[in-house]
């Protein structure tokens, strides 16, 4: 089979869709590039956020669960997600841009460490890496300072060895240095640190629900029959309309899900220069649009953070 291709997603929970909205667009830049729903619980907001064309490998989603109390990332949870950008003059631009936003960002050994509004802790750094850069277009982030993607996350367990076991021996892993591990596929790379923990995690706003691993629709099955062999409990592939998946709990209880890369994509039922403006509803939930849309937050006009486009004169 071949490796898994880095990270495809990572899924947040958040208690205010509108304020989510607001710092994830036009603060930082990224495209909303869904909103939809979370396909076991239709009433609840499913919004994915990513570069311009919704690629895996930048792609970081929310479920709404409106007044949600803030959770604290604990052992078995991710603790930061860490993204990439090009340059040390990039690091600037975001230490005085989120400083304007009342956020603390700090420059620490080449990274810059900030946590959004509810509490997720997020970390900025220059590596150099084959990857192509995966950005958003933005009315208020240039281009040369934008977001490029995901470098990896940091995790905490319980017991490293059974986490890491699990990445060496089933999905293929590579470990870069003590507890630092990398799956590296044809396109793109994608990391996870692990860090020993005890501390009680508290579920809520603020903290990762799950993070996706990139591979591909012909051979989901045959990682799903490894992941047994192994003694994990996978669930069955199931279809999410814009990609296939599978999920399972890895050792020390974080939630891991595979994710196909090349899946239907988030271009399948609306036009790829207007994805993100209107709730897209899978076809098994679009007959409920009815009951569904009101009583979902509304949202902010995206539009308002979105590059003008070109004039066309003549």
């Known amino acids: 089979m071949r490796p898994i291709d880095g990270i495809h997603h990572?899924?947040?929970?958040?208690?205010?869709?509108?304020?989510?909205?607001?710092?994830?667009?036009?603060?930082?830049?990224?495209?909303?590039?869904?909103?939809?729903?979370?396909?076991?619980?239709?009433?609840?907001?499913?919004?994915?956020?990513?570069?311009?064309?919704?690629?895996?490998?930048?792609?970081?989603?929310?479920?709404?669960?409106p007044g949600a109390q803030p959770g604290q990332a604990g052992a078995g949870m991710i603790a930061a997600i860490i993204h990439r950008v090009s340059s040390e003059a990039a690091l600037h631009f975001w230490q005085q841009r989120l400083g304007a936003e009342g956020i603390t960002a700090e420059?620490?050994?080449?990274r810059l460490l900030f946590t959004d509004p509810e509490g997720m802790s997020h970390e900025l750094g220059v590596f150099e890496r084959p990857d192509e850069p995966l950005i958003a277009g933005s009315s208020e982030v240039p281009e040369e300072f934008a977001l490029q993607g995901f470098e990896g996350v940091r995790a905490l367990v319980a017991d490293p060895a059974r986490s890491e076991a699990l990445l060496r021996e089933t999905l293929g892993f590579?470990?870069?240095?003590?507890?630092?591990?990398?799956?590296?596929?044809?396109?793109?790379?994608g990391r996870i640190i692990f860090e020993r923990s005890d501390r009680l995690g508290i579920p809520g706003a603020?903290?990762?629900?799950?993070?996706?691993?990139?591979?591909?629709?012909?051979?989901?099955?045959?990682?799903?029959?490894?992941?047994?062999?192994?003694?994990?409990?996978?669930?069955?592939?199931?279809?999410?309309?814009?990609?296939?998946?599978?999920?399972?709990?890895?050792?020390?209880?974080?939630?891991?899900e595979l994710a196909t890369s090349d899946?239907?994509?988030?271009?399948?039922?609306e036009p790829a220069e207007t994805?993100?403006?209107?709730?897209?509803?899978?076809?098994?939930?679009?007959?409920?649009?009815?009951?569904v849309e009101p009583i979902l937050t509304p949202l902010p006009d995206i539009r308002q953070w979105r590059p003008t486009p070109a004039r066309t004169d003549g």
């Not at 420059?107 to 080449?110: E, H, I, K, S, Y």
């Not at 996978?234 to 599978?246: G, L």
């Not at 899946?263 to 039922?269: L, Y």
């Open 174 to 189: 590579s470990e870069l240095s003590d507890h630092d591990w990398e799956a590296r596929g044809e396109h793109r790379g």
């Open 275 to 291: 994805m993100g403006e209107r709730l897209a509803l899978p076809p098994n939930y679009e007959p409920m649009r009815s009951k």
């Open 10 to 65: 990572i899924t947040l929970i958040t208690g205010d869709a509108r304020a989510n909205v607001d710092f994830y667009v036009r603060v930082l830049g990224l495209r909303l590039v869904k909103k939809t729903v979370n396909q076991d619980d239709p009433s609840v907001y499913h919004l994915y956020y990513a570069d311009e064309h919704g690629s895996p490998g930048a792609d970081i989603t929310f479920f709404e669960y």
């Open 107 to 110: 420059r620490n050994d080449g």
């Open 206 to 256: 603020g903290t990762v629900h799950h993070i996706a691993w990139a591979a591909y629709r012909n051979e989901l099955e045959r990682w799903r029959e490894r992941i047994i062999a192994s003694g994990g409990h996978p669930t069955h592939v199931i279809d999410r309309f814009y990609f296939e998946s599978v999920y399972f709990r890895e050792p020390s209880g974080i939630l891991y």
């Open 263 to 269: 899946g239907a994509g988030f271009a399948v039922d």
